[in-house]
């Protein structure tokens, strides 16, 4: 731990509580996560997060959160928001940033700045129907951060790979998860 107070606004007593309850009744650690999504015209959708379940019982955020999702011109659309695959890409960045402020805290290192390029290479052939064999999603993802911090390169490095091994967003991204899609 540094002389100096940190504060990366993360409430690491909090976590280590909530870890720490969770030991003892692990059923309250089963969540569900929600969000609707409504077509809107062309490609272009609107998807609302507001509950959720969790700790036992529906839980709601603060307040709702909107997002738009679209295709570019160049796929002949509006372009009135980021494509569903650039969304991926804003949840894989966000949950590993989040992880590395969480990390930095609970190891005492001051974080000044921290940024993150989520780049993802996908060939579109797949999605539009030219080649069958090509895969529809990204081919690969490659996260580059820019860290400030009142720390070395290898501590640096570690907060990353710890945000990376407690990730609940690079997980579903790197390992195969069970999707059901059914019509009501």
């Known amino acids: ?66 997002f738009d999702a679209d295709h570019p011109e160049v796929f002949a659309s509006e372009d009135l928001g980021a494509t569903p695959a650039e969304i991926v890409l804003v949840a894989l960045g966000s949950c590993l940033t989040a992880g590395v402020a969480a990390v930095a805290q609970h190891r005492g290192i001051q974080l000044n700045s921290v940024s993150a390029t989520v780049d993802g290479a996908m060939d579109i052939q797949g999605i539009l129907g030219v080649d069958g064999d090509v895969r529809n999603g990204y081919s690969d993802i ?26 609940a967003v690079y997980d579903c991204v790197t390992n195969p998860t069970n999707v059901t899609v059914a019509v009501n």
């Open 1 to 66: 731990m540094s002389a100096t107070e940190v504060d990366n606004g993360v409430n690491v007593e909090a976590l280590l509580g909530a870890r720490e309850a969770l030991t003892e009744t692990p059923e309250a650690g089963q969540f569900n996560w929600r969000v609707t999504c409504n077509w809107v015209k062309g490609t272009h959708s609107n998807s609302v997060v507001e509950g959720f379940f969790g700790l036992g019982a529906e839980q709601q955020h603060r307040k709702q959160f909107t």
């Open 142 to 167: 490659k996260v580059t951060y820019e860290i400030d911090a009142d720390a070395t390169d290898a501590e640096k490095e570690a907060l990353v790979a710890q945000s990376q091994k407690r990730s």
